[in-house]
């Protein structure tokens, strides 16, 4: 019976996104038929939908919206231009300029607005043209904007991290958003090696002639956004406020910061307010019915089951990381990253703890891994972003696409091999 309740949870799970279902019904559908196994059609129903409720009833998770909200303000007010123009100072006259300045934008965004879409969208829209008018080929300027506007979800505040801590039944969310710093960092510049490499290849134009005088004037227009990174990031390591606390805070310096730069105004609110709503209502759909499955999954005794039959195959930490590694890109390629977090962790976490994993280094990692498959078809949501502004086709961006995925991927090596690279500020501040 146990072997049919899991070959009933895949096998319907698969069958429902060949269909194309969306991924949250999916994932509650194929929970429901999986219990339908064991117990009668009505209690099946009941239980999902208690458990998705249930899933959803976490203090932790009010942050998701607000940040959500403070993102989507910041991305239409006026907040991405002047880091752009803060970033186009930084690179000064690197060779790629502007693929430079996509790349320290995309991340002082993330580290700001904590969203690769408002990354993605406001990078991509802002600078995409510039790129072009100035010789760039378009789908390398697009395939840069892709894979950069992900050092949002490791750079905090990330969303992501507070859903793993979630999952991960209550790891801290603070030394989660500390440890997101280096390897972002770590991650941005082996993009901007890439760029320079291909830029080297393609003999592409250099940055523009910069100078300290011009990166302190745009600094300082740029120090009111990055004033925010302080406020959220130090009340929670220093106790200040939680998470939560802080994702409400970040609304309300947010919506001043705009009205302050006069890009929207109160007539605009409505709208802002209308986006933040479809996006949080998909977020916690996925996130509710996500549980639904990691409930479902429990009480099949899965994470279990796989736990022992990967500890079988070897006790190596190194090997066991490989592995998971492979099967979360994988995973990536066909799932969005919530739900997969939500399910995998559950079911990895056990693994690596037992063999001396800290929980802190496996979520940046797990996090970082999923970071690709957003950037990879058939449900890259970032890849599809970065295409339609670019005005591109996806056949046309997977080549210049597959250098920043092999750096990616050697980021993920490193902070796999090093877990210094993700502990090491953690413990700086005692966390």
């Known amino acids: 019976m146990e072997v049919i309740s899991i070959l009933v949870l895949v096998l319907s799970f698969v069958f429902f996104l060949g269909l194309g279902v969306p991924v949250a019904w999916s994932l509650g559908l194929s929970s429901m038929l999986t219990l339908m196994v064991t117990v ?62 996509n790349v320290v934008a995309a991340m002082l965004m993330g580290a700001i607005a904590g969203s690769a879409v408002a990354a993605a969208s406001s990078m991509g829209g802002i600078l995409g043209k510039r790129m072009e008018k100035e010789g760039y080929p378009k789908e390398l300027g697009a395939a840069v904007n892709i894979t950069s506007s992900t050092t949002g979800l490791i750079i905090p505040p990330s969303n992501v991290l507070i859903v793993y801590s979630l999952a991960s039944g209550g790891v801290s969310v603070a030394a989660l958003f500390v440890a997101g710093y280096l390897p972002g960092f770590l991650i941005g510049l082996l993009l901007m090696i890439t760029a320079a490499i291909m830029v080297k290849i393609k003999k592409l134009p250099s940055g523009e002639a910069s100078s300290i005088r011009l990166v302190l004037i745009t600094f300082w227009r740029a120090v009111p956004s990055l004033f925010l990174l302080f406020v959220v990031i130090g009340g929670i390591i220093g106790g200040v406020f939680t998470a939560t606390e802080a994702s409400a805070i970040a ?97 990895f976490l056990p693994v690596v703890t037992s063999l001396g994993v800290d929980p802190v280094h496996f979520g940046i990692m797990m996090v970082l891994n999923l970071c690709i498959g957003l950037c990879t078809p058939p449900v890259g949501s970032i890849l599809f972003i970065g295409v339609g502004i670019a005005q591109t086709t996806i056949q046309k961006i997977i080549k210049p696409l597959l250098p920043f995925f092999v750096a990616m991927i050697i980021g993920l090596i490193l902070i796999m091999l090093f877990p210094e690279i993700t502990l090491w500020l953690p413990r700086q501040f005692g966390l």
């Open 40 to 101: 009668a059609t009505m209690p099946a129903i009941t239980t999902v939908a208690q458990r998705m409720g249930t899933g959803l009833d976490s203090f932790s998770l009010l942050a998701i919206p607000f940040f959500i909200l403070a993102g989507e303000l910041m991305n239409r007010g006026g907040i991405a231009n002047r880091l752009i123009e803060f970033a186009k100072a930084l690179t000064g006259r690197l060779p790629g300029g502007l693929l430079h300045v």
């Open 251 to 347: 609304v309300v310096y947010s919506l001043i910061l705009t009205l302050m730069y006069r890009e929207i105004g109160f007539k605009d609110l409505p709208s802002v307010l209308l986006k933040s709503a479809e996006t949080t209502a998909v977020v916690m759909l996925l996130i509710a019915t996500s549980m639904a499955m990691s409930w479902v999954m429990s009480s099949e005794e899965i994470p279990q089951r796989i736990s022992n039959a990967m500890l079988s195959l070897s006790d190596n930490i190194i090997v066991i990381l490989i592995l998971i590694n492979i099967l979360l890109l994988f995973v990536g390629v066909f799932m969005d990253m919530t739900p997969a977090v939500l399910i995998f962790t559950p079911i």
